[in-house]
């Protein structure tokens, strides 16, 4: 089967940095991915891993860890703009298919 | 980007009405996917296609029906609208390429009302 869990929200203040957590279970995994959704909009792809370690975009960052089913999206020198919803989400090479995260509603605060 | 559009963008219907939601993608991918977003519980998938006629259920697939007669198009059907059925309906494409490609590409959805 497959399981994921993240926090439901967060805040956090401009210019600063956090961190949003996200565990899984997922049979045959065949990555993590994280997306941006803002409301009333659709979700915009951030990143993909696949393998274990961090992977470097700009002013986010993800990473991996198979071994503990574990992942986190760290954002640098939160913007306003930033203020939106972060899912997580697994894919399994059995199913083909992404599972999603019920999502991480984050408010960024001057 | 990919091309994917939906349609309706916005609709409102009444308890027992069938309703159908299309979808249409110009690059020619081979998965396509629906899901529905509701507070607390996520993007759960519907159903999905792998090709022409191709079509499987995923965890929320009950009260729904799908059809793909092309490639291009990805029809979702809600047989007999319930208020249940009220939610925000997003398809999906999976992008083929490099890795950064590898997810998906959503469509900007389509917000159902059931009266």
């Known amino acids: 089967g497959q399981n994921i869990d993240q926090p439901t929200e967060m805040t956090a203040t401009e210019g600063a940095i956090v961190q949003i957590n996200c565990t899984y279970q997922t049979s045959g995994f065949n990555g993590l991915f994280w997306y941006q959704q803002h409301a009333g909009e659709a979700p915009t792809f951030l990143s993909y891993n696949v393998l274990d370690g961090l992977e470097e975009k700009g002013r986010f960052s993800s990473f991996l860890s198979r071994s503990k089913g574990y992942s986190y999206l760290l954002l640098k020198e939160l913007q306003m703009k930033d203020s939106a919803s972060y899912l997580c989400a697994s894919s399994s090479s059995n199913t083909g298919k992404l599972i999603f995260g019920q999502g991480t509603t984050l408010q960024v605060k001057p | 980007d990919a091309g994917i559009t939906q349609s309706p963008r916005h609709k409102v219907t009444e308890t027992g009405t069938p309703v159908t939601l299309r979808c249409h993608q110009t690059?020619?991918?081979?998965?396509m996917y629906w899901y529905r977003q509701d507070p607390g519980h996520g993007l759960r998938l519907i159903h999905y296609?792998?090709?022409?006629?191709?079509?499987d259920k995923g965890e929320v697939s009950d009260g729904y029906s799908v059809s793909r007669s092309k490639t291009e198009d990805f029809l979702l059907t809600l047989e007999s609208a319930t208020s249940s059925q009220t939610s925000v309906y997003f398809c999906a494409i999976r992008s083929q390429g490099d890795r950064d490609h590898y997810g998906y590409t959503f469509g900007s959805g389509t917000r159902l009302t059931v009266v």
């Open positions: 296609s792998y090709g022409v006629k191709d079509t």
């Open positions: 690059e020619n991918h081979r998965y």
